[in-house]
T-cell receptor, first 112, second 109 residues
């Protein structure tokens, strides 16, 4: 069974640009979570999508947004990139009816 | 007080030593994760536990739900085990994970 896949693995953007990160959950998983790990900091919760809806978000500005598609894959968009957005972005997925929280390997975003 | 506390924060061991990293939590959980992150690398899920004990190669994870405590053991440690080990708890479906601060492990040859 394929795990949670994230793309791209690495992404380099210029300050002010927009970045789009993608996550494909495990088949049958309906929830997708996004986390940020900035340099020197711990993992911070960003967003939770379930059944196509944003259910919860962490303490991040509106520049951070996303969506979940009918096939439960998800996109994270970061607009007006700032240098401090440079981080590892981690996606995780979970099924509704059984426990199976699973992480992707992450996208490392560098803003220059 | 953080909901998830890990100890020690830093650990240096000699190759071959038996290593234990501890995690205590103060909330009800549905499961607990042990994660590994090598310098500059992504995060790998080592174990997901809701009870008892799991073993994978030289790694063993245990959890005591009543005591709200989990341990990660590494037997016959090796320099390639050098990484940050993170404990995270899940408080139930739809809840974000709550992470410990991590334990930085360095295994010297």
């Amino acid at each position: 069974e394929a795990g949670v896949t994230q793309s791209p693995t690495h992404l380099i953007k210029t300050r002010g640009q927009q970045a789009t990160l993608r996550c494909s959950p495990i088949s049958g998983h309906t929830s997708v979570y996004w986390y940020q790990q900035a340099l020197g900091l711990g993992l911070q919760f960003l967003l939770w999508y379930d059944e196509g809806e944003e259910r919860n978000r962490g303490n991040f500005p509106p520049r951070f947004s996303g969506r979940q598609f009918p096939n439960y894959s998800s996109e994270l968009n970061v607009n007006a990139l700032e240098l401090e957005d440079s981080a590892l972005y981690l996606c995780a997925s979970e099924p509704r009816t059984a426990y199976g929280y699973t992480f992707g390997s992450g996208t490392r975003l560098t803003v220059v | 007080k953080n909901e998830v506390e890990q100890s020690p924060q830093n650990l240096t061991a000699q190759e071959g030593e038996f290593i234990t990293i501890n995690c205590s939590y103060s909330v009800g959980i549905s499961a607990l994760h042990w994660l590994q992150q090598h310098p500059g690398g992504g995060i790998v899920s080592l174990f997901m536990l809701s009870s008892g004990k799991k073993k994978h190669g030289r790694l063993i994870a245990t959890i005591n739900i009543q005591e709200k405590h989990s341990s990660l053991h590494i037997t016959a440690s090796h320099p390639r085990d050098s990484a940050v080990y993170i404990c995270a708890v899940n408080k139930g479906y739809g809840n974000k994970l709550v992470f410990g601060a991590g334990t930085i492990l360095r295994v010297k040859s």
